[in-house]
């Protein structure tokens, strides 16, 4: 950030350079495997074969894409610049232990001092953790979770949200295990904390691919 001068008496006040350079940010590729729609099934079956196919490889693509970036904004392991925090509730019976309202607390003590701005604070609850939060606080349901939506209400200066398909981390080691591994017993699914200030997002395009149908095959392939 530029350097501010507070009741500055000397003068030319001076230039000092500010570094901006471009971050490359690259994009995955998402790719569907083709599926094939014969003539028989368009024109026989009352279901829109080709508009239910359409909608669901779209689908498919999306939860990839949600479940690829969750992961990717997820720190790949402790720093002082973006820490990993582990939870310090009382053991659920599997050897984890349970988020409490203190480790909530504790995130936010580390964004403080990070000085990272309150309004671009953002917060993405595992559902086990979620969960935790539940069953601890006999009050968390009735402050925290509008029951008609079934959404996280913000609090403490993040903008609540929850996700089902949050990374895995190593508890020992704080490292993220790589997008796509199987988790062993002793990892945990994390919450993730994250700053728009210091996140990027690079949406690319989606395309449709269709095959015509052949003379002896007699279907339509499409993909994503």
Same mark, same amino acid.
């Given at each position: 950030?530029?350097?501010?001068?507070?009741?500055?008496?000397?003068?030319?006040?001076?230039?000092?350079?500010?570094?901006?350079?471009?971050?490359?940010?690259?994009?995955?590729?998402?790719? /569907?495997?083709?599926?094939?729609? @014969?003539? %028989?099934?368009?024109?026989?079956?009352?279901?829109?074969?080709? +508009? #239910?196919?359409k *909608?669901?490889?779209?689908?498919?693509?999306?939860?990839?894409?949600?479940?690829?970036?969750?992961h990717?904004?997820?720190?790949?392991?402790?720093?002082?610049?973006?820490?990993?925090?582990?939870?310090?509730?009382?053991?659920?019976? /599997?050897?984890?232990?349970?988020? @409490?309202? %203190?480790?909530?607390?504790?995130?936010?003590?580390?964004?403080? +001092? #990070?000085?990272? *701005?309150?309004?671009?604070?953002?917060?993405?609850?595992?559902?086990?953790?979620v969960?935790?939060?539940?069953?601890?606080?006999?009050?968390?349901?009735?402050?925290?979770?509008?029951?008609?939506?079934?959404?996280?209400?913000?609090?403490?200066?993040?903008?609540?949200?929850?996700?089902?398909?949050?990374?895995?981390?190593?508890?020992?080691?704080?490292?993220?295990?790589?997008?796509?591994?199987?988790?062993?017993?002793?990892?945990r699914?994390?919450s993730?904390?994250?700053?728009?200030?210091?996140?990027?997002e690079?949406?690319?395009?989606?395309?449709?691919?269709?095959?015509l149908p052949?003379?002896?095959?007699?279907?339509?392939?499409?993909?994503?």
């Open positions: 950030l530029p350097e501010v001068l507070i009741n500055n008496t000397t003068y030319p006040i001076g230039v000092a350079d500010l570094a901006i350079t471009d971050i490359p940010v690259s994009l995955d590729k998402f790719q /569907t495997k083709a599926t094939p729609i @014969t003539d %028989d099934e368009l024109y026989a079956s009352s279901v829109k074969k080709m +508009e #239910l196919v *909608d669901r490889h779209g689908k498919s693509i999306m939860i990839s894409l949600v479940k690829k970036s969750i990717s904004l997820a720190p790949s392991g402790n720093t002082a610049k973006m820490p990993v925090l582990t939870t310090t509730g009382a053991d659920d019976g /599997t050897g984890r232990k349970r988020l @409490t309202f %203190d480790d909530i607390l504790r995130l936010k003590t580390q964004a403080d +001092e #990070l000085e990272i *701005d309150e309004t671009s604070r953002r917060l993405v609850l595992c559902s086990v953790h969960n935790d939060l539940i069953a601890a606080h006999k009050d968390f349901k009735a402050l925290y979770y509008n029951r008609t939506s079934g959404k996280l209400l913000n609090m403490l200066s993040f903008e609540m949200f929850d996700y089902v398909a949050n990374p895995y981390y190593n508890p020992t080691t704080k490292n993220k295990l790589a997008f796509g591994a199987i988790p062993a017993a002793t990892d699914k994390a993730v904390f994250l700053s728009l200030d210091r996140a990027a690079a949406m690319g395009w989606t395309k449709m691919y269709v095959d052949t003379t002896q095959d007699q279907r339509t392939l499409v993909n994503f």
